[in-house]
Structures are given as C-alpha cells and as structure tokens.
T-cell receptor, first 115, second 114 residues
Framework: GAGVSQSPRYKVAKRGQDVALRCDPI?????LFWYQQALGQGPEFLTY????????KSGLPSDRFFAERPEGSVSTLKIQRTQQEDSAVYLC?????????????FGPGTRLTVT | GDSVTQMEGPVTLSEEAFLTINCTYT??????LFWYVQYPGEGLQLLLK?????DKGSNKGFEATYRKETTSFHLEKGSVQVSDSAVYFC?????????????FGQGTRLTINP
C-alpha cells in the first residue's frame, strides 16, 4: 500500500512569508508525528496527533508554528512569518498503535529553505 | 530529558568490511531502541528495533543488542555492501505528554566503496 506522502517536497520562502506543509499518513493510522531535521542533525520532535486531537505540542519551537489534523487523516504544519532558522527538512510520520506507537513510518520530508 | 549519542561520521569502508556504529543513550526509564536508515533521496526507514534489555534486533544482515548495563545499542554488520551506503540514526522512544516520541542521535553517514 501507499506510504506516507508529503508535499511539497521542496519549498523556498522569503523571510516573513507564511508556509503550509502537507502530510498524508498511511490510511487508517491513528498516530501522526511531525519532526524537524536541521542540516547534519537527527530529527527532533515537534508535535503529535492521535486522530484529530493534538495531544503533544511540546516540541514546537515558537508560536509561529501551528499544526492541525481536522479530520484525523491529512495534517498540515503551518509556519507563520518564516525566519532563516526555520530552514530544515520537516518530516511527518504515522503509526497504527495510538499513544504507545513504537513503530513510526516516515514520509520523504519537505525541505524548507528560507532566504 | 532522554538523549542519544552516536559515533560521528562520516565513515568510509571497503566492500565486505566489518561495520560497527556506536550508539549510547541516556534515559530515565526503559526505552525501546531503534536504528533507522536514510538512503539518498528517500525517507527514514526502520532498520531494526529492540524493546527490552538483552534483546537483539536484526534485519538485512545488520544487528544490534540492547545493553542496559552499558546503555548502548551498537549497530554491526559482518560484511557491508555498496548498497548499504546511507545515513544511519540511532533512536530511543520516550513517553512524552501524549505519545511515544522518538529521540534521535545526530546520524552517521556511511559510504561503502567497491
């Protein structure tokens, strides 16, 4: 079956612009995670959804970052007034096990470059 | 919070060489441990996992053993191939506010020369 897909794959934004990154999880997966991966680093947790409920947003770096999953399927990560330090690859992952999902399936990521 | 430290790269080996990538962790509880691999142009893929002490995870000729006494989860392969060239991430699962989130090491880039 289809894996996790993300769009766009690449996004260039001028500083101050708003961006929206989309994630399509594996069909039927309850859990959805967003991670941020800076160049040369490992991914860092941003936020978690169980169905449509955002249960953990402790990793969001500022109030410019906002995520939603209104129907418990597709999710959007929005970054307002982008800054250069937001340049990174944004990874989405989904899992079937709810809060205790041990296995996460990752999408290819969206590479965001802020100029 | 919990953390993962892995061997710095890049690592370059010849085909059929023995591979070890070191990984150690710090955790307050008893996390599950993972190795993920990222091939060029592709997303992160789970390579192997271990959920409790002394468990050995294995896949595609790679293996790693969960060592609680040394807080380590080193990745090994007896004979590497060119197709193993990728970035490898060690990770642990930590129960956050809502779910088992992953905490990753910084990654180790592996290049295998023919």
């Amino acid at each position: 079956g289809a894996g996790v897909s993300q769009s766009p794959r690449y996004k260039v934004a001028k500083r101050g612009q708003d961006v929206a990154l989309r994630c399509d999880p594996i069909s039927g997966h309850v859990s959805l995670f967003w991670y941020q991966q800076a160049l040369g680093q490992g991914p860092e947790f941003l936020t978690y959804f169980q169905n449509e409920a955002q249960l953990d947003k402790s990793g969001l770096p500022s109030d410019r970052f906002f995520a939603e999953r209104p129907e418990g399927s597709v999710s959007t990560l929005k970054i307002q007034r982008t800054q250069q330090e937001d340049s990174a690859v944004y990874l989405c992952a989904s899992g079937s096990g709810g809060r205790r999902t041990y296995e996460q399936y990752f999408g290819p990521g969206t590479r965001l470059t802020v100029t | 919070g919990d953390s993962v430290t892995q061997m710095e790269g890049p690592v370059t080996l010849s085909e059929e060489a023995f591979l070890t990538i070191n990984c150690t962790y710090t955790a307050t509880g008893y996390p599950s441990l993972f190795w993920y691999v990222q091939y060029p142009g592709e997303g992160l893929q789970l390579l192997l996992k271990a959920t409790k002490a002394d468990d050995k995870g294995s896949n595609k000729g790679f293996e790693a053993t969960y060592r609680k006494e040394t807080t380590s989860f080193h990745l090994e392969k007896g004979s590497v191939q060119v197709s193993d060239s990728a970035v490898y991430f060690c990770a642990l699962s930590e129960m956050g506010q809502g779910a088992q989130k992953l905490v990753f090491g910084q990654g180790t880039r592996l290049t295998i020369n023919p």
